[in-house]
């Protein structure tokens, strides 16, 4: 299916534990990112890729690794969660030529 | 340092009614400013954009945006608004030297029939 996809849609895990999300886009975007979404905070922005193996860091980095080795894949390791780390996650892709971007469905986190 | 701000957490408007949801913006370079629609449990949808040229940029849905460089705003208005656009809506800017993004903290709309 062309588009953005995210999974799990819904994970639940413990403190300590590592997790990952997978993000995949099948339109070849150079850009991918890595938001949080929580309450009265917005959007926020953790690690963004200009392309493959070119990755960098946004506003709340900490505590999380991603990786690009691939254009269409963009993953996201939680390397030991924390309840702080509780939110709804949300992948997106977007070309240098539009500056539009496209938000997968998200993935909503529970860490206990 | 860039930042946004949606002053509102909540606007209320009659169906029929024009409404506003304010947006202001801080850069240091030139801005690229967006506006993104959330409905319920779903991703963001784009809505509209502003990189250069005319101030006034139309989008999706009817939706339109102001670009306001002295007052360092981009207000997204509507003439009618629908009992269909109530959603939570995130205003975002990118200076034009990176391209790390910041949103707002968003604004729920709500349209009242």
Not at chain 1, 38 to 65: C, M, N, Q
């Amino acid at each position: 299916d062309a588009g953005i996809t995210q999974s799990p849609r819904y994970k639940i895990t413990e403190t300590g534990r590592q997790v990952t999300l997978m993000c995949h886009q099948t339109w070849s975007h150079s850009y991918m990112f890595w938001y949080r979404q929580d309450l009265g905070h917005g959007l926020r922005l953790i690690y963004y890729s200009a392309a493959a193996d070119i990755t960098d860091k946004g506003e709340v980095p900490d505590g999380y690794v991603v990786s690009r080795s691939k254009t269409e894949n963009f993953p996201l390791t939680l390397e030991s969660a924390t309840r702080s780390q509780t939110s709804v996650y949300f992948c997106a892709s977007s070309d240098w030529a539009t500056n539009e971007q496209f938000f997968g469905p998200g993935t909503r986190l529970t860490v206990l | 340092a860039q930042s946004v701000a949606q002053p509102e957490d909540q606007v209320n408007v009659a169906e029929g009614n024009p409404l506003t949801v304010k947006c202001t913006y801080s850069v240091s370079g030139n801005p690229y400013l967006f506006w993104y629609v959330q409905y319920p449990n779903r991703g963001l949808q784009f809505l509209l954009k502003y990189i250069t040229g005319d101030n006034l940029v139309k989008g999706s849905y009817g939706f339109e945006a102001e670009f306001n460089k002295s007052q360092t705003s981009f207000h997204l208005k509507k003439p009618s608004a629908l009992v269909s656009d109530s959603a939570l809506y995130f205003c975002a800017v990118r200076d034009s030297g990176t391209y790390k993004y910041i949103f707002g903290t968003g604004t729920r709309l709500k349209v009242l029939a």
